[in-house]
């Protein structure tokens, strides 16, 4: 987990570098928007402590961006050219907290172990999703589609109606999803594919 420092104010990024690091966190520092998405990668976790007013890209226009980008990371403004209009926007568009300098050492650190819970909740569930979805696709389509009406609370022999086949083959195909996605039972199976959906 890093916590991507984004000012254009040095004497701003060093002080805040310099805090953070005596959290014993990691930090990372840019002194604009654009270097900071010429540096980011997916896969990289942790949170943005992001000014409002900056030069080419400002903070509520990088917000928008790493959106669009489906960029993880929650983001914490910090700014001295705050106002209330600006802060509903910015919380509006998901910002995990809008602090106003000189903020506090315990203040941003609260906010940033916050936003790390946040960011670590969020990579869990992809997590989960993603191992839910590799599990998903390794069924067949008549796996699939036995597996769905099982789900829908249709019987065995419903689905052998609707699908055109005999009790025993739904039978076997319902065992070789359960075999396939490692579970013992329709509520584990109903669990897996609700997660693929999260």
Same mark, same amino acid.
């Given at each position: 987990?890093?916590?991507?420092?984004?000012?254009? /104010?040095? %004497?701003?990024?060093?002080?805040?570098?310099?805090?953070?690091?005596?959290? &014993?966190?990691?930090?990372? #520092? @840019? *002194?604009? #928007?654009? %270097?900071?998405?010429?540096?980011?990668?997916?896969?990289?976790?942790?949170?943005?402590?992001?000014?409002?007013?900056?030069?080419?890209?400002?903070?509520?226009?990088? !917000? !928008?961006?790493?959106?669009?980008?489906?960029?993880?990371?929650?983001?914490?403004?910090?700014?001295?050219?705050?106002?209330?209009?600006? +802060?509903?926007?910015?919380?509006? +568009?998901?910002?995990?907290?809008?602090?106003?300098?000189?903020?506090?050492?315990?203040?941003?650190?609260?906010? =940033?172990?916050?936003? @790390? &819970?946040?960011?670590?909740?969020? *990579?869990?569930?992809?997590?989960?999703?993603?191992?839910?979805?590799?599990?998903? +696709?390794?069924?067949?389509?008549?796996?699939?589609?036995?597996?769905?009406?099982?789900? /829908?609370?249709?019987?065995?022999?419903? =689905?052998?109606?609707?699908?055109? =086949?005999?009790? $025993?083959?739904?039978?076997? *195909?319902?065992? $070789?999803?359960? !075999?396939?996605?490692?579970?013992?039972?329709?509520?584990?199976?109903? $669990?897996?594919? #609700? /997660?693929? %959906?999260?």
């Amino acid at each position: 987990m890093t916590v991507f420092i984004i000012d254009d /104010d040095v %004497a701003v990024l060093d002080s805040l570098t310099l805090m953070i690091e005596q959290a &014993e966190l990691n930090v990372q #520092a @840019f *002194h604009s #928007a654009r %270097a900071f998405l010429d540096y980011y990668h997916p896969g990289m976790l942790g949170c943005v402590v992001l000014d409002i007013k900056m030069p080419e890209i400002d903070g509520l226009h990088l !917000q !928008q961006k790493l959106i669009e980008l489906n960029v993880p990371l929650p983001v914490i403004f910090l700014t001295g050219h705050g106002n209330i209009p600006m +802060s509903v926007k910015a919380m509006k +568009s998901g910002a995990s907290d809008f602090l106003t300098k000189p903020v506090k050492r315990d203040k941003l650190m609260t906010c =940033i172990e916050s936003a @790390f &819970e946040e960011c670590k909740n969020w *990579h869990i569930k992809q997590t989960t999703r993603q191992h839910a979805q590799n599990l998903l +696709s390794t069924l067949t389509d008549r796996e699939m589609e036995v597996m769905k009406l099982a789900l /829908d609370g249709q019987a065995n022999k419903q =689905i052998a109606v609707e699908l055109g =086949i005999s009790h $025993r083959t739904v039978e076997i *195909h319902k065992s $070789r999803v359960l !075999q396939k996605t490692g579970v013992d039972n329709l509520l584990e199976l109903a $669990r897996i594919v #609700a /997660d693929t %959906a999260a």
